[in-house]
């Protein structure tokens, strides 16, 4: 195979799992958005307390150990070393079956201590039901790196959307009939919810299973692996770092998780009842309503990174950095032309979005816009973030991501200790400490960036014109949805009215946002032309 063909594998495979998070990502919303208008907010903070200890688990257990189960499968297959390839998988197998274990386990009898020390005790039910998905995951995890590491990610693709599509056909079935047909509490209308998971994980294991049994390697080969103990620790010497570099942010949103509960639980049981507009668990809902919608830009960056940065990569390795330059920049572009506009889209049409998304939680809705608005901008930082975190990856930088998630991670918690815990602000300070985490990281990994950049990035140049074209559309979107909702009043349902006017000012934003991109020239050819039909975009946008 030529190098030109095994670029094209790899770029292909990367599109792959590009499109699979997507799809995964855009079904969690379609999962979670009617999840909170059947258990509520607070019935959604339930959910999020057992997703975040989860989240946290799964994170430690599989976030570096398959990427180094992938490299040592693919350099084995590269050269030919079957034998090793097959072994390697066999003692991995047995390790992550080990570690789900435990932590499943552990999340299964630990459910009620797991519950007090994150404040909420109700949560006892979904963190118990949600622990067996630990163990499937880590069995996933393991062989989706070791068919990732063979160039074929169609497996772990379909795996993912099996897995997604279970929790939207299962959970939120379950939650209804046990909350809104039974009757039963909250609590366990969120454990229903957490059961769909439970089973998505369990399908994609099975799936899974039965492809690598169906498609067992019995090439021959020659070779000699290395003992089951020498393979060990070359996957943990890889996967180790990656998983304390992985693993920072899930730890400090659960210590986070676990502040702001506690402050707004003191502030209930020391102050006269009424001090807070609603409980510790229906205000922290109302706050996850926002982090859902801020974290779907956030998955469209990935595609973005997946595609352009391996061609950095290849210009760094042929020390072609003129060419580098040229990928990264437009990258920020991208990122820029997408992150700018829905950070500022969102925080224009807080109110109005989280009211046509949460019909039966018109109050709750209201009472989250504010949070949203401030919670839309911190969006945009997030964006900066990832690619930058990719960026420095990218040119042999892995640890500085680290250390500037820890310090974003450090300004987080301690303005939440400080901001929740005062009665005046209480919840209205978990978005404001969000914004500054991801502002405190952003800034860094940019400063990084210029410092480590082989050809210094124009910073200015790349997002003042977005800035410009967001503002205008901003302005826009603004005067639309006001204009048309006070001509509407009265002439439909309150709610009929906002929908019409929010959707109709998105709509108007779109095409404002397109105008301004043209005539500022924001966009370039080079941006598009490594896309699938990029030359095409190119004529059709008479891009230069």
Not at 532 to 540: L, P, S
Request: net charge positive; proline share 4%.
């Amino acid at each position: 195979m030529s190098k030109k063909d095994s670029r094209q594998s790899f770029l292909g495979g990367a599109a792959i799992l590009a499109a699979a998070v997507v799809i995964v990502k855009l079904i969690g919303a379609v999962f979670r958005i009617p999840l909170t208008n059947i258990i509520g907010t607070e019935g959604k903070a339930h959910f999020m307390v057992a997703y975040n200890i989860y989240n946290v688990l799964l994170t430690i257990s599989t976030a570096g150990l398959p990427l180094a189960i992938s490299k040592l499968t693919s350099e084995a297959h590269t050269q030919g070393r079957e034998n090793e390839k097959r072994k390697l998988f066999r003692t991995a197998i047995w390790l992550f079956f080990g570690l789900g274990l435990v932590f499943s386990l552990f999340m299964f009898f630990g459910a009620a201590w797991l519950a007090d020390f994150q404040g909420d005790d109700l949560a006892f039910w979904p963190i118990r039901a949600l622990a067996p998905a630990v163990f499937c995951v880590c069995l996933l995890a393991c062989m989706r790196g070791y068919t990732q590491g063979q160039g074929n990610m169609k497996p772990t693709a379909v795996s993912q959307v099996l897995e997604a599509l279970c929790k939207l056909g299962i959970g939120l079935p379950l939650a209804y009939y046990f909350y809104k047909i039974l009757g039963m509490g909250r609590e366990i209308g969120a454990a229903g919810a957490i059961l769909g998971v439970t089973a998505g994980t369990m399908v994609s294991m099975f799936f899974l299973i039965v492809y690598l049994l169906s498609h067992r390697d019995r090439a021959e080969s020659s070779d000699i692996p290395e003992s089951s103990a020498a393979l060990m620790r070359k996957v943990l010497s890889i996967g180790i770092p990656i998983t304390l570099s992985n693993s920072a942010m899930s730890i400090i949103t659960l210590i986070d998780q676990k502040i702001v509960l506690g402050r707004l639980n003191l502030i209930e049981a020391t102050l006269a009842p009424g001090t807070l507009s609603a409980s510790p668990a229906s205000l922290y809902g109302r706050y996850s309503m926002g982090m859902d919608l801020i974290n779907l830009p956030a998955s469209f960056v990935y595609p973005v990174t997946m595609s352009l940065l391996p061609f950095a990569a290849a210009a760094l390795a042929r020390h072609d950095s003129a060419e580098a330059n040229r990928t990264v920049s437009s990258a920020f572009r991208l990122i820029a032309l997408l992150a700018l506009p829905c950070g500022v889209g969102l925080s224009v049409m807080a109110t109005p979005i989280l009211t046509l998304l949460y019909p039966a939680l018109p109050e709750d809705a209201a009472a989250a816009g504010p949070l949203l608005q401030t919670l839309g901008i911190a969006c945009i930082f997030i964006c900066i973030m990832i690619l930058t975190n990719a960026v420095l990856q990218s040119y042999g930088h892995e640890k500085i991501p680290i250390a500037t998630v820890i310090a974003g991670g450090a300004v987080k918690i301690g303005m939440n200790y400080i901001l929740v815990g005062n009665p005046d602000i209480n919840i209205a300070g978990a978005p404001v400490s969000t914004l500054c985490c991801y502002l405190v990281i952003a800034v860094l990994n940019l400063f990084f960036v210029w410092k480590y950049s082989p050809e210094k990035p124009r910073y200015l140049s790349i997002f003042v014109k977005p800035i410009l074209a967001s503002a205008v559309m901003g302005a826009a979107v603004w005067a639309v949805y006001g204009l048309l909702s006070r001509a509407a009043a009265g002439s439909f349902s309150a709610y009929l009215v906002n929908g019409i006017s929010a959707l109709c000012a998105i709509a108007a934003g779109v095409v404002v946002y397109f105008v301004m991109v043209l005539a500022l020239r924001i966009l370039r050819a080079d941006d598009v032309r490594n896309m699938k039909k990029g030359d095409a975009v190119i004529r059709f946008l008479h891009l230069k």
